[in-house]
């Protein structure tokens, strides 16, 4: 299931991060893909605050990933620099880990992802500051797509 989504504001980012959260589970694991600056850093501020993560989230772009403990722990990557990288950190261990995974340029190592993961395209629009968003999710995670086009689309 697809659905495609306009955020106008920070706080459209931020209930888009409520209702994903309002729906985690164990060994959850969003890609996030989007230009430099487009909110994909932003959007995993919000849900993080969001499923209870109490710590300052930043950007893992120089560490490759961060480790944010709560009542299921998220686990934050930025794989842009693993691109083209014959090196992993050893990811996996955390990707099919019982946290979260939110992974920013997850196309990078899509390879070592499950076969279904929550899909977020993020894209600055060319109109105004707006961004345009595609998200897909198949499987368990049909449902949170559902609840973001209930939500944004009726």
Request: glycine fraction near 14%; proline fraction near 7%.
């Given at each position: 299931m697809v659905v495609n989504i306009k955020l106008d504001s920070l706080a459209d980012t931020e209930k888009l991060a409520e209702i994903i959260a309002n729906n985690v589970?164990?060994?959850m694991v969003i890609g996030l893909?989007?230009?430099?600056?487009?909110?994909?850093?932003?959007?995993t501020k919000f849900f993080a605050k969001k499923i209870g993560i109490?710590?300052?989230l930043n950007s893992?772009?120089?560490?490759?990933f961060k480790i944010y403990e709560g009542d299921l722990d998220l686990?934050?990557?930025?794989?842009?620099?693993?691109?083209n990288?014959?090196?992993d950190y050893e990811l996996d261990e955390y990707i099919f880990?019982?946290?979260?995974s939110v992974i920013e340029w997850y196309e990078y190592i899509k390879n070592?992802?499950?076969e279904t993961i929550l899909e977020i395209k993020i894209s600055v629009s060319e109109q105004d500051e707006s961004r345009d968003v595609v998200i897909k999710g198949e499987g368990r995670y049909e449902k949170i797509v559902e609840a973001i086009n209930n939500r944004y689309c009726n």
């Open positions: 589970f164990k060994g893909t989007g230009d430099l600056g487009s909110g994909k850093t932003t959007f109490k710590d300052t893992p772009t120089f560490t490759i686990y934050h990557m930025d794989v842009y620099r693993l691109e990288s014959p090196y880990g019982s946290g979260i070592m992802l499950p």
